[in-house]
């Protein structure tokens, strides 16, 4: 267990008077805040003439006894500072003790952003709208990572196809309405997605998707608007499985849609594949689905949670299945309870698949995307 870890333990065993009690003492203590002690060690000539003058004269002043000890704590660091960063620096630098706020919480900005909400400005009003359903801090953080998106999305070839994702956005949705459209997170991750995933191929003669974990079906959402096409199939869980077929189902009422979580062979398989353009499976049946016959294998921030047989299963099948691949996954996990950790570079991508690109997400940035593009037939050292 690391010391604070421990700190934190021991904290919680304690009453927080008793906590309150050893803190003061430990702050009284403090040499920090015997300026007079301090001034005699310091190096006085790492700062200014005049500052120097106007210390010393300030410390036999009738001012000096009556200062409180956190400023003179204060202005010891303060002191340090510019003794280590010239006083131009420090100008900046000092602001952040008198009167510049680099963090928030509802207590101290909820009745700022209450009122910046209301500005007739409309980027101010946008950055600070409380979503429905959510406290005001995770609405202005949420909101402060959408416009963020946005403006990234925005400065990228993708930009102009905006508009042009299906996305069900109700009133409850958290969103912000940019222009006639209801911007989403979902909507912007995923058309980073696709603008990634079409470097493995301009998807002309592509036909058919796998998604593993689809979630929600954003992604999904997403390359089905954009490329009218393509037939998709999403091997999932449920509940996600129900949700994204809900979705789905919604967003394109004119694709045929099938539920085959009950099909048991090869044939009854290839034949709701064959007759439906959007098909929803368990992810164990992925195994009913011939060699090669997938054109686009996806998936997106699930591997990383699953279990290391889990993962090894995944790919091999993506390995007998896939054209090509696409992955997103944290740099680093710990997955909760399984305890295993996974880093970016453990997945078992095999020794023939060509790597197209392997880069540091846009958002979030500590994640990798890794494209592929595998051989047309099945390698020998398939499992
Ligand atoms: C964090 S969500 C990501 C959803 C979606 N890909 C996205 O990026 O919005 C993880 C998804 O993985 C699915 N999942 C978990 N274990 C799975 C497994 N063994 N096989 C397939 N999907 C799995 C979950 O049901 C969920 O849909």
Redesign the pocket.
């Known amino acids: 267990m690391t010391s604070s870890g421990l700190r934190r333990l021991v904290q919680q065993w304690l009453p927080p008077a008793l906590i309150e009690f050893v803190r003061d003492v430990r702050q009284r203590a403090d040499r920090r805040t015997d300026f007079q002690y301090f001034w005699k060690r310091f190096d006085k000539s790492s700062i200014p003439s005049e500052l120097r003058e106007m210390v010393a004269a300030f410390v036999e002043s009738p001012d000096f006894p009556k200062i409180s000890r956190y400023w003179h704590y204060l202005n010891a660091n303060n002191l340090e500072m510019i003794a280590k960063s010239g006083s131009e620096n420090y100008r900046k630098d000092v602001s952040l003790n008198y009167y510049t706020w680099t963090d928030f919480s509802e207590e101290l900005a909820g009745g700022l952003f209450q009122a910046a909400a209301q500005s007739p400005n409309s980027t101010y009003s946008k950055l600070f709208r409380q979503q429905p359903g959510m406290e005001l801090v995770p609405s202005v953080k949420h909101n402060i990572l959408l416009v963020a998106l946005h403006a990234a999305v925005m400065a990228r070839p993708i930009a102009h196809r905006i508009g042009e994702v299906r996305e069900q956005v109700s009133d409850s949705t958290p969103h912000l309405r940019i222009g006639d459209i209801r911007i989403t997170q979902?909507r912007l991750?995923?058309l980073l997605?696709f603008e990634r995933i079409s470097l493995l191929g301009d998807f002309s003669g592509w036909r058919t998707v796998l998604?593993?974990?689809?979630?929600?079906?954003?992604?999904a959402a997403c390359l089905m608007s954009l490329v009218p096409g393509l037939k998709y199939v999403i091997?999932?869980?449920?509940?996600?499985?129900f949700?994204?077929l809900g979705n789905l189902r919604g967003l394109f009422p004119e694709r045929r849609v099938a539920v085959g979580f009950k099909a048991t062979d090869r044939e009854q398989l290839a034949a709701l594949i064959r007759d439906n353009d959007l098909i929803f499976i368990?992810?164990n049946q992925i195994r009913l689905m011939g060699d090669k016959s997938v054109d686009l294998f996806?998936?997106?921030?699930?591997l990383h949670?699953?279990?290391r047989t889990?993962i090894d299963d995944?790919f091999s099948q993506i390995d007998r299945l896939a054209l090509n691949f696409y992955m997103?996954v944290w740099n680093r996990t710990r997955v909760p309870f399984d305890l295993h950790h996974l880093t970016r570079d453990d997945y078992p991508a095999r020794q023939h698949w060509e790597k197209i690109f392997d880069v540091a997400c846009v958002f979030p940035s500590n994640f990798s995307e890794m494209g592929y593009s595998l051989p047309c037939a099945v390698s020998s050292t398939t499992a």
Do not use: H, Q, W
């Open positions: 979902d991750n995923s997605e998604e593993i974990g689809a979630g929600n079906g954003r992604t091997a999932d869980i449920p509940p996600a499985l949700l994204s368990f992810p996806l998936a997106v921030d699930c949670e699953m279990t889990t995944y997103k």
